[in-house]
Each structure stands twice: as C-alpha cells, then as structure tokens.
DNA sequence: CTGAAAGCGCTTACAG
DNA sequence: CTGAAAGCGCTTACAG
C-alpha cells in the first residue's frame, strides 16, 4: 500500500544502482563502435580527420553510453585547462563583483572555466591562493595583488612565463598586463569641480592604508611643491590623494593637510568614524570627496547621522556608482569607474597572452566618468 | 647609456628564457634525488611510508627543481579534483555575491577550489554551465536552479551519483540536500508587523516572474481560502506572497489584489515603474513590503523619486539588509536573510556529501530575521 | 620502507 | 582516413 512507501529505501535503491554505474570513457565508446580509441577521440575531441560513417559508429555509442569527455585528461595531455585563475580582494565588494562578472562574461564566451579566490587583502592569502590555482594549472591568472612592492609570488610567476595580469594595483617594476582606471585624472577632475561650485575647504575620506614615505603631510608637501610623484606603482587611494591635490594646486587653493582623511583600514566603519569627527569640527569643510565605494558608505552614514543636508550643508562627490547614489535624494554625484569592462579588459587581455600573442606589456588605464547629480551646489556661506 | 637602454630587448630575453625552462615533474626530482619515482611521489604527496634519509634527499630535489605538483595528474587517477562548482543567478547581485563568500570560506579552509558560473536565471545558460563543470570533474556542485519544475539536468546530474547541494530554490520531487531561507514565515512576520502598526493597505512589490497555475489573483485566493498551498518547490518571491497572505489571514485583514504588484522581471527598473503607478493612485497603500533586494531597491527609487517620507507618509520593510539601508534616514527596516551563513552551510553539506558521508537529504532552511529600524510607524490618517 | 610496473582517460606522432 | 603504441604526471597495488 503506498502509505507504507518507505522513501529511505528508494533512496538506498538509488545509490546503489549509482555506484554500478562507472562513468563511460573513450575506450568504452570505441569498444561499442569497433573502432579504434584514437579514431573515437578523433571524433568525440573533434580533431583530426574522420570518415561519415565512423563518425556516426562513435557518435551513436557515446550517446547510447551517455559519454561525457574528461577534460583532466586532456589538459594532462596538452597542457592547457581552459581555466583562468582570479585572486580578488573580497566578492562581497561591488566593486570585486563587477569585476569577475567581466572577467566571466568572456571567459564564459571563450569557453573557459573561472577559479575564483579571495585574498582579503592579506598577502599570505594571496600566496596561497595564487599556489592552488598554479597547481590546479590555470592557463592564466588575473590578480589584484596587494602588495605593490615587493609580491616576489608575482614576479616568479611572471618569470615562470605564466600568463598573467594585474587589475587595479600595479607592482613596482613588474612591467605586464594591467588594468586600472585613471586614478589620478579621475580624483583631480572631481575636486576641481567641487572648487568650481566654490568650495575651498574639501574633506578627503581616504583609505590610505599603507604608509607612503614620510606619510600623508609629506606626501601631500611633496606633490604640492609640484615634485614627480611616481604615481604608478601607488595605491589607488594614494593617486586618488594625488588627484586632490593637484586639483587644489592648479586652481591655486591652498590644501589642508587636517581635512585630508585616512580611515586607516578597509572598513565603511572606519571611514565612517573619520567623517563623523571631521564634520563635526567647527571649521567643518563645505564638501567632502571619496576615494572609493567603501569610503563613500561610511561618508554617507557619517553625514546621515549627523543630519547634514546635502547639498546644502554639504556638498559631495563619491567614488563607484553604488546602487543608492541614484536614489538617495538628493542623487549623489560620483566618479564611476567601468569596473565590468576593466574586468572584460583584464580577460581579453589574459587570453591574448594564453593563445601565444607575443605582445609587449600593455597598461590599460580606463577613464572614470564623473556622474553628476544632485550633491554639488555652492558652499554654505553661513558657514564661513 | 642608460639614455640608450632598449626595453624591449630585455622582455624577448627573458621570454627566451622562459620557454627554456620546463616544469619539474615527479620523474626530475626523483632522478636528481636518486630514487624511485614512487617512492618521490610518497614524500611529495604526503603518502604512505619513506624513511628519514630519503625524505630529505627527496625534499631538497625538489627544492632546487622548484618542484610544483601537477593537481591533474593527481585528480586524473584519484578520481578527486578538490574542486566544487557553483552556478550562481548573478555575481554581481549582493545576495549571490555574499553566498558565494561563504561558499568560498569553506571551501578555502578545506583546501579546496571554486569554479563559478552565472546562469542569469537562463536555464540554458545553467546547463551550459553545469555540463562545462562535470566536463572539468568538479567533486560537486552547489547551484541556484532557475527552474525548479523541470530540471532534467540536476535529476539526471543527482541520479548520476554527483554530489549536489541547491541553494535558495528547491526543484519540484528532487529530494536532495538544500539551503534556503524560512520564506513563508520571515515574509508574514514582517507583514504583521506593518499590520499591527495599523496599517491595512499594504503593497507587495515582488518578482513573481514564473506563472504559478491561475496567476497571482487565483493563488492569492488558494491561499486565502486556506487551502494547503505545496509552498516547497514555489519560487521564493511565491513564497514570500504566500507569507503576505497568510499575515492578513491571521488578522482578518483583507488582501486587496490590486495592491500586490508583479514587477514581471528581475529588475529594480521593472519594480521601479510598477511600484511609481502603485504609489500615485488615489487609493495608494499606506505601507509596503517588498520580496527582495532588488525590489526594495526599485521601490525605494520610486519613493524617492515621488518625494514622499518614510515613515510619516508610506512606512516600508525591504528583503535583504543592503547596505544603504542602514543610513537611509530614518533607516530602512528590512527582513535580513543570513546569506553568508546560507553559502557556508550549502559548502559544509556538499563537503559531506563528497566525504562520502551516507546522510538522506536535507533541507535546510535558514531563519531570516527582521531587522527594525525606521521605516514603520502608524498609519498616516489624513490619508484615509 | 622501496621500487618496477601498470594505469587514470585522453591526445599525438607515426605507419599504413 | 585509421589503428597500434607511446605518453601526459602522477598514484596504486604488488612484491620484496
């Protein structure tokens, strides 16, 4: 009777029958077509040249065996997995996100597989990541490295000649495939706009987590005495600095080392904390510019609980085109960096070198568009 | 000089280099070490016995050979890659981005890797995916299924013996390990809530894109009749409109049909549009829920863009605890799924399931708790 | 504890 | 066009 079914048995049933069944291989398949193994392989890898009628022999069995191909033990054989390696800092950022789901777009087009891991900024997880991925054999890897000097990981696997490329950091010296976005432009360009709408005193919440030489004061001296400023090999939030200050220097506004922010670590929490201590000094700047997704949220949680009004009280303009800065009135106008197509670069590029090219390092800097919106107006002037 | 220095002359050197250099195999380093390549093997993989002496000889071979084990090789004969595969709907939503985080947690501390697909909820595109990752001999896989009716694919990948784990959707009679969330209760929870506030007119901005049998009007009426409604294999925004209804059952409120809006696609613009047309009727409801972060996104957008305050004119509880929710004055109240717990759990039980552990099929579903914050206040009566 | 041999599931020259 | 043989880089019984 079907109310006493007992399901635990249909279950048992199954897994048995399952481990009857060992997956059908090439030889399986040539057996049942009476062919040889290399003329089965020959149609079933589609390579090589094979008569209609054969063809049809292999195809018929490997349907009748349900054949699926190893791609283990063709990688073994020819030395490529058709697998790219990524080492992101965190998926859960946006900006990560949008990355691999470039990366994957082509990957995706190009028959490959993605091998995803997370560095967490943490260089030994980084290391660590980049050998897993080496002995699973990738035929390329994309990291965001975060370490821009030494990453001697970086520098042997280059050396090794595995296809390899650098997104949105650089490393000293190490002269291969990047991508990034134009930092330095894209941060000026921004603040020159703020000090167009009249603002003079313009906070900077930055992460600005490594220590430059000398630190912020000294960085910020040198790059207004108008000394070079090696900016590549930077950190992000570093040329974002850069790009500030030279805003300042070409409208002639002198820079407040006091207004310049360092959350210190990667945290809208910390950013948050920073800002709220910032806004609420008297001499409080009449805008605020971010230096990256993380740090607009804290900046934003900052004003929010503080009640600011933007613009009115506050001007502001953000980093990334995060979802709420369309919506939150008044829209919050934003540098957005094209972290799909840098991810979609990043690949193609990668791919270019796995197929052999035997191109020069490339370094790819995509422009960031400043999106305005609603969070620029002039300064406050009862403020000053 | 160094004026005169040829860059390009130093890369096709080292190139050169490169391409001279082949891997160290197991055979290099047991040659160098002068001993069997088994016995090689047994120090470098970790496996069975070798003595003190040979160890060393072993190690310090393949320590000057730069030895790096070649996974495929191994994978080849154990039948085992260490590596799990994932379709996920779309990387770049938080909710898959943070699930997919805590796949990777797990994975990352079991050693093992993470192949990972979007199918953008196209069922042709998830099996592309999923055959792309049994072709790579993934030890399991955990997939989002975007159709959870037919999905010959998973039976047939479930009948085959491959470990499998669903996460969030279920498929119709396939009794398998999955994770999702209490859909039905946390969706009811949060609809009581506004309803004992006061509020009787409340709107529903959900997804809803699969036709259940007779639509939204009939299911509605299915489940206010109090018929058993089979909520298990139900898409999650279903679900979700099922826990609405039931929260105006149990008070004896009733639902007005009208008021639950289908944006019909997986878009915040789609619930952008539809939730604008909702909140400028005259009879326009005084709070809404929305079934998820998309949608609270779009419904948010809508509200902004109408200008009209939360809570005093429209009180609102969103799906998922997106970030801008937290410092959106006055704080949006949102049903927090635990989606970083949902990935870690979903890796832990493939994990057993690869281990080989013999357990009947699980379903896992995750409470999802109501995060209050200041979106919900009693109803504005000079509207009625 | 150690080595010779076989073999995982394919592809690749090499003859014919 | 087709097949026999070798081999990719490992691990696994099997003797010793």
Redesign the interface.
Known sequence: MEDQFD??QV?ME??AK??A?P?ATIADVARLAGVSTATAGRVLGGYGYTSGSKKDQVMKAAEKLGY??????R??ITGK?R?IGVVAG???N?FY??V??GI?NIA?KE?F??????SDESFEQETRAV???????VDGLIVSPCDTRDSAHLRALH???TPLVLIDRAVEGL?IDRVGTANVSAAREAVQRLIQAGHRRIGLVAELVEEAEGGVVSFIARAQAGEPVESAALYPSWQRLLGYVQAHLVARVPVDPTLVLRAGEYS?EAAERACLALLQRDDRPSAVFTTDGTMS?GA??AI??L?LSIPTQLSMIGFDD???M????PGISTVAQPR?AMGEAAARMLLEQISGA?I??RTVLMPASLVERGSVSAPDTSLR
Chains 1, 2 share one sequence.
């Open positions: 399901s635990s279950i199954v897994r399952v481990a069944k997956k699926k191909p190893n791609a283990l033990a990688s073994l997995t697998t965190d998926i859960r946006p996100a949008f691999l789901r994957s995706e028959g597989g993605l091998l995803i891991t997370n050998d897993l991925l080496v002995e699973k054999q050396a090794s000649g002269e809208a949220e934003m949680a929010a609980k009640g995060l979802d709420w369309a919506f939150l009135p799909m035997d020069p390092p």
